[in-house]
């Protein structure tokens, strides 16, 4: 429920029977709407182009099955993939520039190894250069750019990039945490003044013009708003501000997500990352049997290998499955001696470090693959649907000759002190933990009040036609 623009007076008449009867609540309703109404007015085009963007990144996976097959898949499976080393020596041959940062061996009967190539000239430098090599042949079948730990190709990094952050770095990024900040403040007001109001909406079946464009608004609203607090939280989580503020509660908590310790337990002479390989990725014991000491601890494909950072670290070695069932156990790998100093599996994360976890993988898209991609598809085509039929009604209201009136202001003084008062204060403390929600809300009250202010001095009446007061 993106923009509900109706007042008391402009839903369906009510007889003495259907009427609600009212509630200690009842005086915040207006609040509520007109919160709902201004809310939804004002970050609508910001959740367009959210929903918009996160819909294209949905259909991506899919995309980039069709676009990048070349680069992906092999075009003849064969009866034994060769070593490792000989396919990342392949890649460095075809592209000797930069350096291996990590290495994903190919996961399925049909899909090519990548080795990720890190200070590629040309190339992001958040980014890597994803070589693609044929496990049994060793031939290199292209190479693209990758971001992320999802693996993402250039088509669905494009669209990720742009629903994160409009392609504008960190300034754009305040635009998607404003989206997911009122989100659910949108979704839970429409909630309240869909079920408010129940009996009367019921009326509004069978009717036209803009009382059928609400019951269509709110019908889809209610169906919707379960999916649209979830996005809403997990956006949040990842979010530059509130993001940080939620990481840091986790940590507080000890249910920050763990990490193995890549410590190889001193300077191996050589056998580290400062003994001139030449960015091969190949240290110590070599690739291939730092891969078969991560099989023989049960860590089964997809994985991904990375290299010693330096002379004292070890090899990491992690599966990067985020479908469910999930794959994130990791290990760590003595690159002088291929023996294994550290094991964390997933079933000994923290209780929030996992839900974490499962709610981006969820959010983004990967953790039940097609279906996780469809439902998200329809939810985003759902908050579109939302946003059109909302800024119909306000234009509706206006009876087609200009968009519609405001909704009238100095609904919070009707509210009794003491549901306003613990409101206010349970409104500050989310407000400071969700930056962008609170500072907005924030600048709406102060100009409010003056406008209010300014209404109140000219004598005009800014209240609804039933309160007969004026607001200051």
Do not use: C
């Not at 999916?227 to 990481?247: C, E, K, M």
């Not at 100093?341 to 923290?350: C, N, Q, S």
């Not at 509210?415 to 306003?420: A, E, G, N, T």
């Amino acid at each position: 429920m993106t923009i509900t623009s109706s007042t008391d007076t402009d839903e369906a008449p009510q007889s003495a029977e259907s009427a609600p009867s009212p509630g200690r609540w009842a005086p915040l309703r207006p609040l509520i709407l007109r919160l709902h109404f201004y809310a939804g007015l004002l970050v609508a085009p910001f959740l367009l182009v959210a929903a918009t963007t996160g819909f294209l990144y949905a259909g991506s996976f899919q995309a980039e099955k069709i676009l990048y097959a070349d680069e992906m898949t092999v075009p003849d499976v064969g009866d034994t993939k060769l070593p490792i080393s000989e396919q990342v020596a392949a890649a460095r041959e075809a592209h000797p520039e930069g350096t291996v940062s990590a290495v994903r061996p190919s996961p399925e009967a049909d899909a090519t190894t990548r080795v990720l190539l890190s200070g590629v000239p040309g190339v992001h430098a958040d980014h890597t250069l994803a070589v693609s090599v044929d496990p049994y042949t060793a031939e290199v079948r292209g190479s693209l750019e990758q971001y992320g730990s999802t693996g993402a190709l250039p088509l669905r990094t494009w669209i990720d990039e742009f629903h994160r952050d409009l392609h504008l770095g960190d300034t754009g990024r305040l635009y998607s945490e404003l989206a997911a900040s009122w989100l659910w403040v949108i979704a839970a007001g429409g909630l309240v003044l869909w079920f408010s109001r129940r009996r009367a909406l019921r009326k509004l079946r069978g009717t036209s013009g803009r009382r059928r464009t609400l019951g269509l608004h709110g019908t889809v609203g209610v169906w919707a708003a379960t999916g649209f607090f979830f996005l809403s939280a997990t956006g949040l989580t990842w979010s530059q501000y509130a993001g940080a503020n939620i990481d840091e509660l986790r940590t507080s908590l000890g249910h920050a997500t763990p990490s193995v310790s890549a410590t190889s337990g001193g300077d191996h002479g050589g056998h580290g990352a400062a003994a001139g390989s030449g960015g091969t990725a190949e240290h110590g014991v070599g690739l291939d049997k730092v891969l078969a000491a991560a099989r023989a601890e049960g860590l089964g494909d997809p994985v991904e290998i990375v290299p010693p950072a330096d002379a004292s670290s070890a090899y990491v070695v992690k599966q990067v499955q985020r479908s469910w069932p999930e794959k994130q156990d990791s290990v760590a790998i003595d690159p002088a001696t291929g023996e294994v100093t550290d094991v964390l599996r997933f079933a000994d994360y923290p209780v929030l470090a996992k839900l974490t976890r499962w709610g981006i993988d969820l959010h983004t898209g990967v953790l039940f693959g097609l279906v996780n991609q469809i439902a998200l598809m329809l939810l985003a085509l759902s908050l579109i649907l939302l946003i059109v039929l909302g800024y119909r009604m306000w234009w509706q209201r206006g009876r087609g000759s200009a968009f519609g009136r405001p909704v009238p202001r100095g609904a919070w003084a009707q509210v009794p002190p003491q549901i306003l008062v613990p409101l206010l204060a349970v409104v500050a403390v989310v407000g400071y933990f969700v930056p962008l929600l609170g500072i907005p809300l924030a600048a709406f009250l102060v100009v409010d009040v003056i406008l209010g202010e300014i209404a109140h001095r000219r004598g005009r009446r800014t209240y609804g036609s039933r309160s007969g007061t004026a607001a200051r």
